[in-house]
Each structure stands twice: as structure tokens, then as C-alpha cells.
């Protein structure tokens, strides 16, 4: 077994754990370009104590390249943890991140989402330049 086959997708639009990636479908070379990933947009995913994202990947592939290029980790680390007790505290991270790359070859942004106890789930979006 290999951990793609561990990795699910749907349409996020139906489906509460599919990151959703927002970007630009056509960049010119070298532009920053902004991105924004997250769950939540169609579907609110709980972020309980017991029941959260806890982290969002992000990597791009050029098209022609062998290898995936890593452009972020973004981990939320706070969802209702107390000393009283589970869901007691008063601090939340929420399944959003916005970061910036460049590249000059067009090629796909993945994304994969980690739910504690729902695992992982992928997207990507495809960028022109
Ligand atoms: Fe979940």
C-alpha cells in the first residue's frame, strides 16, 4: 500500500475536507503570486477539540519536471484546548492560510489537508504563465 492511495479528493463543493485553492490561472514569470488555501469555503469543517484541521500542505509541480517543489506547511494549532477541559478554552486557529511564491514554468499547485480524524484529502489548480 502506498500512502497516495490513503490521500482521498472531491468536490469541495459537497465534500467539507477538500482544500480549496485560490489563485490566479495565469501568471506572467517570476510575478509573486498570492494563494490562498483553505477549507470552509462551501461547507464549514468542525475545529473541535476532537475534531480538526491540523495541518495544510502545499507543493507545485512544473510542468516537464520529474519532482514536486515544497512551498509550504501551514499548521493551526489551537481549537478549544483548556486546562479545564476539552473545548473549554477560549482560542481558535481556523483552516486558512495565504502565502505568496513565483515560478516561471506553468505548472499545478497541490494541496492536501489533514483532518484528525478524517485524514488526508487533496486538490490542485493549474497555473499558466
Ligand atoms: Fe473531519
Known amino acids: 500500500m502506498k500512502i497516495g492511495e490513503k490521500i482521498q479528493s472531491a468536490d469541495w463543493k459537497n465534500e467539507k475536507h477538500v482544500p480549496v485553492i485560490?489563485?490566479?490561472d495565469s501568471v506572467t514569470p517570476g510575478e509573486w503570486v498570492e494563494v490562498r488555501v483553505g477549507l470552509s469555503k462551501a461547507i464549514e469543517h468542525p475545529n473541535t477539540t476532537e475534531h480538526h484541521i491540523r495541518w495544510i500542505k502545499v507543493m507545485f509541480t512544473p510542468d516537464d519536471d520529474k519532482?514536486?517543489?515544497d512551498l509550504g506547511m501551514f499548521t493551526f494549532n489551537a481549537h478549544g484546548e483548556?486546562?479545564?477541559g476539552p473545548n473549554e478554552g477560549p482560542v481558535h486557529t481556523r483552516d486558512q492560510a495565504v502565502f505568496q511564491f513565483k515560478t516561471s514554468k506553468p505548472g499545478i499547485i497541490h494541496a492536501v489537508a489533514y483532518c484528525n480524524i478524517h485524514g488526508l484529502w487533496e486538490s490542485s489548480k493549474r497555473i499558466e504563465v
Do not use: D, Q
Open 67 to 69: 519532482f514536486v517543489y
Open 22 to 24: 485560490e489563485a490566479p
Open 82 to 84: 483548556h486546562a479545564a
